[in-house]
């Protein structure tokens, strides 16, 4: 999650496959026209697929530190659109749960470079985030592992 949002901040420049939308949902006028977008687009030679404007992670929301609205950055402002991502301390809680469950957002952590200071204030939100008696050691080692890829070897 947040690849989209992680490019337009300069942070990554490999493209996205899709733009993960958490508030508000997605609007079906809108779902509708962002199909129509990618049928266009896959009628041009260009490869979009018909979810790519995705408010599945939208639930996300309702388990981040509450303000988290409050703490929103500009990614991207234009004439007719402004976009808005999670600012710095969320988006590293979601590349870090996604780091820890999914095992792929390695690179963009990386790239995120947090410092050994928010790995340390960031650790008690990821190993929250599941039931399994197991989760929180697997959450300590893999934030540990970063941190020594980061070079702050913890």
Same mark, same amino acid.
């Given at each position: 999650?947040?690849?989209?949002?992680?490019?337009?901040?300069?942070?990554?420049? !490999?493209?996205?496959?899709?733009?993960?939308?958490?508030?508000?949902?997605?609007?079906?006028?809108?779902?509708?026209?962002?199909?129509?977008?990618?049928?266009?687009? !896959?009628?041009?030679?260009?490869?979009?697929?018909?979810?790519?404007?995705?408010?599945?992670?939208?639930?996300?929301?309702?388990?981040?530190?509450?303000?988290?609205?409050?703490?929103?950055?500009?990614?991207?402002?234009?004439?007719?659109?402004?976009?808005?991502?999670?600012?710095?301390?969320?988006?590293?809680?979601?590349?870090?749960?996604?780091?820890?469950?999914?095992?792929?957002?390695?690179?963009?952590?990386?790239?995120?470079?947090?410092?050994?200071?928010?790995?340390?204030?960031?650790?008690?939100?990821?190993?929250?985030?599941?039931?399994?008696?197991?989760?929180?050691?697997?959450?300590?080692?893999?934030?540990?592992?970063?941190?020594?890829?980061?070079?702050?070897?913890?």
């Amino acid at each position: 999650m947040g690849c989209a949002a992680l490019g337009l901040l300069g942070v990554i420049s !490999r493209p996205s496959r899709d733009c993960d939308v958490l508030h508000p949902r997605v609007p079906e006028a809108i779902r509708r026209a962002a199909q129509e977008f990618a049928a266009e687009c !896959r009628r041009a030679g260009e490869v979009l697929a018909d979810d790519w404007l995705n408010d599945g992670p939208s639930s996300l929301v309702d388990d981040l530190p509450a303000g988290w609205g409050d703490r929103l950055q500009t990614a991207y402002q234009g004439e007719a659109v402004t976009l808005r991502t999670l600012g710095r301390l969320d988006l590293l809680r979601s590349k870090l749960f996604a780091l820890c469950d999914r095992a792929i957002d390695l690179p963009d952590c990386l790239a995120l470079r947090p410092s050994k200071t928010e790995l340390e204030e960031l650790l008690p939100w990821p190993e929250a985030r599941d039931a399994n008696p197991d989760w929180p050691a697997h959450v300590r080692a893999t934030i540990v592992d970063l941190g020594r890829r980061l070079g702050h070897g913890v």
